[in-house]
């Protein structure tokens, strides 16, 4: 239920595609989608990652916030610099705000 009233309200387009995230309990995705043409422009998954440490920050919030790095470099070669965040439905806090950190500290503005 949660996860349609957030994508009721939020598209993404060619301009600003929707970074879309999913939370298992041992890992994360992260989509941008162009919801226009249906198609997903780029995404990254924790199992690309290869450091796992950050000062300050357990495991699976560490790895979120280099997936958000990651995410954010992915779409810098693709020229995106502006998207819209979708939580999928859960909080925002924890690995999922992580994510959006790590996305904003690798250039990309929501």
């Not at 495991?59 to 502006?82: C, F, H, N, P, R």
């Amino acid at each position: 239920m949660r996860h349609a009233r957030v994508r009721a309200v939020v598209k993404g387009t060619i301009d600003s595609p929707r970074l879309s995230v999913f939370r298992s309990l041992r890992g994360m995705t992260a989509q941008l989608i162009d919801d226009g043409s249906g198609k997903t422009v780029c995404s990254a998954a924790t199992k690309e990652i290869t450091a796992k440490k950050i000062e300050g920050k357990s495991t699976k919030v560490a790895m979120s916030y280099l997936l958000g790095e990651l995410i954010a470099k992915k779409a810098q070669e693709k020229k995106i610099t502006k998207v819209v965040f979708d939580r999928g439905g859960y909080k925002y806090h924890g690995r999922v705000s992580a994510l959006a950190d790590g996305a904003r500290a690798g250039g990309l503005k929501f």
